[in-house]
């Protein structure tokens, strides 16, 4: 289901209140759980590119910077 919800929350306020175990701030405009990545590939420039679940028309990048912060997530 590609279900969207309206929220009171800017992206920063909506990461204070998650679990960071269950949830991890992909760039500025993406919130993921390791549930909807669907492929991780290796990206220009050291970044990672997210396929994700459903499927989106954005291009969701992890910087290099936030690369090994990902991957200790994606470890837990």
Do not use: C
């Not at 279900?3 to 993406?30: H, M, V």
């Not at 991780?40 to 499927?55: D, Q, T």
């Amino acid at each position: 289901k590609n279900n969207r919800y309206i929220i009171d929350y800017s992206l920063d306020q909506l990461t204070g209140l998650l679990r960071p175990e269950d949830f991890f701030r992909a760039n500025r405009s993406y919130i993921i759980t390791p549930g909807a990545i669907k492929k991780i590939s290796k990206y220009f420039n050291s970044r990672l590119h997210l396929e994700l679940i459903p499927a989106t028309d954005d291009t969701v990048l992890i910087s290099r910077v936030k690369v090994p912060e990902f991957m200790q997530w994606m470890d837990q």
